[in-house]
């Protein structure tokens, strides 16, 4: 029974996972891999913008600063027997203490990181060649969206892994396009370390975005040339499976993906929200020869 029960619990926290990540990702039905359409005569222009899917109010998911441009997301706190006696009221209340366990460790975090996605993102595009803007108020038509965010998730073990993330939205109606592309920074904090950031670990939190965002901006330039592969020696666009905590922070639920390039430290993969660039370290790879 003690087996069924840790079972449930552990489906029940991967729903509340990628509740809280779709709530930063776009919805399509049916699913398919995010593939950016890209012009094929002028180069796409960009603006900064402020996307309600990574803004607005989530379950699980909390911003820690004014700006809205760092996001924490975590599924832990709940009860292992609530929803199996108490039925849909339980599940409820278990969606409840996971919510309020978020708030309580945003709470610990919140105004602490001296970051500025946003501006971060900008200095990288502009060093890529892409035409990009910081402007207020919605994007033309013309312009692709560009929402950048720093997003933080809390693992089962409580190490706290951080990633440099891009929401970008393109066109209205039938034609809207959106996906989200993100880079896994190489360090993990603990809660402590994020509520109490020392000087050192500013700076390096601060560096570590920083080429985050460059490396995202330069996929988004070889997007723009045409050229979506990055130096690796795997095949692009095999398909696999994967898990990882900084998606699924609860239980690294299984996702589908395929491979765009990788390496002895990085995964470079397209899945149905996006581009994800993850780390090997924090990955199960159910898959054979990635």
Known sequence: MIGFEARVHRRALGVFALLALAGL??????????????????PSTFVLAHAAIVEEPRHATRHLDEAK??????????????????????ALANVGMVDSQTGLDAARMKGKLRLEPRQLFLDAAIRQGLELTDASGTASTAATAATPYLYLSKSPGGRLRAAAAVQLEHGSGADRWSG??????????????????SEDLQRKLAAEAAQGFGELAAFIARE???TKDAPA??????EFVFSTELLAPG??????????ASSEELVWCRTFEGVFALRRSSMKIRTRGI
């Open 69 to 90: 441009t760092i996001v924490y997301t975590q599924t832990q706190g709940g009860s292992l027997t609530a929803g199996l006696v108490f039925g849909a009221l339980g």
């Open 180 to 197: 989200l592309y993100m880079y896994q920074l190489p360090s993990a904090y603990s809660l402590d370390d994020l509520a109490r950031p």
């Open 251 to 260: 239980g690294g639920y299984p996702m589908p993906a395929r491979l765009i």
């Open 224 to 226: 723009e040339a045409g």
């Open 25 to 42: 990702t776009a919805c399509v039905a049916p699913p398919s891999y995010r593939n950016r359409p890209v012009a094929t005569g002028a």
């Open 233 to 238: 020696k795997a095949q692009p666009e095999r």
